[in-house]
């Protein structure tokens, strides 16, 4: 085969290909600060339950948890931040971010995140340090109106994560999450959150982001049909 028939041979599949990854590649992530790297909350709001122990805390990969001294996960979601609970009683505490879709359609939620519990996990589903026994983490999409501590089926569209991590486990490592939700235009909350009233507990996040799927343009598509059928011509040709 010569340098040019190779030349038309791979070409075009390449350049489909390149097409592919084009039509597939999602939009720029619609949070703010969604891996903590500013070393503030910039972009979140921290709320934790009135009279309860601990909060939300920015610390460093690697590291014990900042109040309890508890080890958690190595350094496997990357950079010098990331958010983590602590406590030295019980509580309550929610890290949440607001975000708005011009237009609806297909949505992409992901982040890291390893979910401690010294106790087991005792979930009646509601976030209130107050209901006996509670200790889980959770992980929700609300409506652009929820309270930060509503569980209610009106303000939670979807609850990704309800628990935690293996007890026997503990640190657990990093696991990754992502989730394609349809949603119409509209703005929307993503909620981590924990209650703890049995024993400490350790929830960590990072690289949280929420990207915008787009649908494959009328012209590219047709592009790629055409490019198809020459290929196809010309491969035809050598037999």
Not at 19 to 46: I, P
Not at 71 to 82: H, K
Request: hydrophobic share 40%; charged share 10%.
């Amino acid at each position: 085969m010569t340098k040019s028939n190779l030349r038309q041979t791979i070409g075009l599949p390449v350049a489909i290909a390149f097409s592919m990854a084009a039509l597939t590649s999602a939009r720029a992530n619609l949070l703010v600060n969604g891996d903590f790297e500013t070393g503030t909350y910039a972009g979140w709001n921290v709320f934790d339950q009135a009279g309860g122990s601990g909060t939300w805390f920015l610390d460093t990969p690697g590291t014990t948890s900042p109040l309890a001294g508890f080890a958690t996960a190595p350094n496997g979601a990357g950079g010098n931040f990331y958010a983590v609970t602590d406590q030295t009683g019980p509580g309550c505490h929610v890290l949440l971010q607001s975000f708005t879709l011009a237009s609806g359609g297909l949505v992409n939620l992901s982040w890291q995140m390893f979910v401690n519990s010294q106790d087991g996990s005792f979930n009646p589903g509601d976030l209130n340090y107050n209901t006996v026994p509670s200790e889980y983490g959770r992980v929700d999409l609300l409506t652009g109106a929820a309270a930060p501590f509503s569980t209610a089926g009106v303000d939670v569209l979807n609850t990704f994560y309800a628990g935690n991590d293996p007890q026997g486990s503990n640190p657990n490592p990093y696991a990754p999450y992502s989730f394609n939700v349809n949603l119409p235009a509209g703005t929307y909350q993503i909620r981590f959150a924990e209650v703890d009233n049995q024993s400490f507990f350790n929830m960590g996040v990072d690289n949280v982001s929420v990207n915008e799927v787009p649908e494959p343009a009328g012209w590219q598509i047709g592009s790629l049909a055409f490019a198809g059928l020459i290929w196809r011509f010309r491969m035809m040709r050598k037999h």
